[in-house]
């Protein structure tokens, strides 16, 4: 069984940071992508990062130069490093893992960006 437990999430002032982790259960043969989602209030689930099994990397428009994805394999861990944090990151943050073609979901965790 698959599992990915999120962590990280909690209220941060604007411009402050965030790390978020995403630890994931089982091997890591067969993964394609991890990724991480955010849904706010009201908005679809939309794609914020995600870091695929050869290495490359995709950032929505509205986080580059702001987030970064990373991965530590020895720890079946994929993080997501937030800075400059606005008002408009505000939204429940879910980690995807696609493993041999299935798309697995973390319960989510959240991150409120608020002065």
């Known amino acids: 069984q698959v599992q990915l437990v999120e962590s990280g999430g909690g209220l941060v002032q604007p411009g402050g940071s965030l790390r978020l982790s995403c630890a994931a259960s089982g091997s890591l043969f067969s993964i394609y992508y991890t990724g991480w989602y955010r849904q706010a209030p009201g908005k679809q689930r939309e794609l914020v990062a995600v870091?695929?099994?050869?290495?490359?990397?995709n950032y929505a428009d509205s986080v580059k130069g702001r987030f970064t994805i990373s991965r530590d394999d020895a720890k079946n861990t994929v993080y997501l490093q937030m800075n400059s944090l606005k008002t408009e990151d505000t939204a429940v943050y879910y980690c995807n893992q696609n493993r041999g073609g299935t798309n697995y979901w973390g319960q989510g965790t959240q991150v409120t960006v608020s002065s």
């Open positions: 870091i695929i099994r050869g290495g490359s990397i």
